[in-house]
T-cell receptor, first 117, second 115 residues
Framework: GAGVSQSPRYKVAKRGQDVALRCDPI?????LFWYQQALGQGPEFLTY????????KSGLPSDRFFAERPEGSVSTLKIQRTQQEDSAVYLC???????????????FGDGTRLSIL | AQKITQTQPGMFVQEKEAVTLDCTYD???????LFWYKQPSSGEMIFLIY??????QNATEGRYSLNFQKARKSANLVISASQLGDSAMYFC????????????FGTGTSLTVIP
């Protein structure tokens, strides 16, 4: 497709369950980002991939959060043993290669709204 | 310290009027980029406009323009001739070298266009 695609659009899980969120970036985009957006807040950075390499995971809130992009295209964000505080919208974004000093806009998907009961 | 500050939680504007959404930023890096995104109630983040720290002129994209005041570290978004479809959340974001590749986002401004 032309844009960033995320699935599922909505996910409801019980506390303690594991969830997996999928992101399909724009074709040809080397860089891929995951963000967490709490209600009424701006997106907060979670992790960044350049191709299949996870270059920055400083924003992951705990070791229950894990992201991968094994073939450098589709990415999965996995949350293990979910907690209620994990309830948020999870946004995926992709961009062209970010050379040092160059700035490219990030193109976002529609997000996955995760609710933990 | 907050990298991006948006001090207007909510704004109202009459249809066809212009509106300015405020954004101030904090960085000691001489090389940085500033971005504005629109987020309608449906949730998608739509890229609007970009301003580079070395750009000599203010960025413009159609009805959107960026009032970039480098010394004041402000990058206000101006929307001219507001339309009902402009009602949404608006986020200011910054990327600098210290940030690596992540964007820092502000808390957003909710804009409502009144018919």
């Amino acid at each position: 497709g032309a844009g960033v695609s995320q699935s599922p659009r909505y996910k409801v899980a019980k506390r303690g369950q594991d969830v997996a969120l999928r992101c399909d970036p724009i074709s040809g985009h080397v860089s891929l980002f995951w963000y967490q957006q709490a209600l009424g807040q701006g997106p907060e950075f979670l992790t960044y991939f350049q191709n299949e390499a996870q270059l920055d995971k400083s924003g992951l809130p705990s070791d229950r959060f894990f992201a991968e992009r094994p073939e450098g295209s589709v990415s999965t964000l996995k949350i293990q043993r979910t907690q209620q505080e994990d309830s948020a919208v999870y946004l995926c974004a992709s961009s062209l290669y970010l050379e040092q000093g160059r700035n490219q806009p990030q193109h976002f998907g529609d997000g996955t709204r995760l609710s933990i009961l | 310290a907050q990298k991006i500050t948006q001090t207007q939680p909510g704004m109202f504007v009459q249809e066809k009027e212009a509106v300015t959404l405020d954004c101030t930023y904090d960085t000691s890096d001489p090389s940085y980029g500033l971005f504005w995104y629109k987020q309608p109630s449906s949730g998608e983040m739509i890229f609007l406009i970009y301003q580079g720290s070395y750009d000599q002129q203010n960025a413009t994209e159609g009805r959107y323009s960026l009032n970039f005041q480098k010394a004041r570290k402000s990058a206000n978004l101006v929307i001219s001739a507001s339309q009902l479809g402009d009602s949404a959340m608006y986020f200011c974001a910054m990327r600098d070298s210290a940030a690596g590749n992540q964007f820092y986002f502000g808390t957003g401004t909710s804009l409502t266009v009144i018919p």
